[in-house]
């Protein structure tokens, strides 16, 4: 019953490192999204995928790129690692678009502070 | 800019007491509005999910009410319990969203006490 899974859960990076936050999905679902959650804020989107193969940027890309690996597995990546990308990331998927109805099913979240 | 508001930010209830937040949106035209529950250090978890058509939703001690023409939602809790403290989420998609976007609000920190 795992659902949407990613790793790690905590990361502590410097200035100007690199990292992959992974993300995968076990319900055979067609969108992938990556989220950003800041104190007092509300979830904001950084990338989604509406389906294998595609991926599109939402309101906050900047300084994110993205992979659709395949159907199951969508990762982020922070290639120059800055202290305004500290944040709550959250990886979720939905089988159709957010439009469509259907449930958004979110991960636990992972914890990234750029120092 | 399609908007989210909720109120309040936040509120303490005795166990057992009902209460009720509050969701504006701007989003329009409107596809559907969600509430999600998050509790502290977790990822969001679906209560409900209404479209247009449909102007109340439950789900067992939750209660979602939808007024599309207002713009508003709330969301009731009945007989609170201590695993009720949360943050709630109310959440909006447009039928034309630009790109695959949801509006997401603040939310509203709830905490019960025994």
């Known amino acids: 019953n795992a659902g949407v899974t990613q790793t790690p859960k905590f990361q502590v990076l410097k200035t100007g490192q690199s990292m992959t936050l992974q993300c995968a999905q076990d319900?055979?679902?067609?969108?992938m999204y990556w989220y950003r959650q800041d104190p007092g804020m509300g979830l904001r989107l950084i990338y989604y995928s509406a389906s294998e193969g595609t991926t599109d940027k939402g309101e906050v890309p900047n300084g994110y790129n993205v992979s659709r690996l395949n159907k199951r597995e969508f990762s982020l990546r922070l290639e120059s690692a800055a202290p305004s990308q500290t944040s709550v990331y959250f990886c979720a998927s939905s089988f159709g678009g957010d439009n469509s109805g259907n449930t958004i099913y979110f991960g636990e979240g992972s914890w990234l502070t750029v120092v | 800019k399609n908007q989210v508001e909720q109120s309040p930010q936040s509120l303490i209830i005795l166990e057992g007491k009902n209460c009720t937040l509050q969701c504006n949106y701007t989003v329009s035209p409107f596809s559907n509005l969600r509430w999600y529950k998050q509790d502290t250090g977790r990822g969001p978890v679906s209560l409900t999910i209404?479209?247009?058509?449909?102007n109340t939703k439950s789900n067992g001690r939750y209660t979602a009410t939808l007024d599309a023409d207002t713009k508003q939602s709330s969301l009731h809790i009945t007989a609170s319990q201590l695993s009720d403290s949360a943050s709630y989420i109310c959440v909006v998609s447009g039928v034309k969203a630009a790109g695959n976007k949801l509006t997401f609000g603040g939310g509203t920190r709830v905490l019960v006490k025994p």
């Open positions: 319900m055979n679902h067609n969108s």
């Open positions: 209404m479209t247009f058509s449909e």
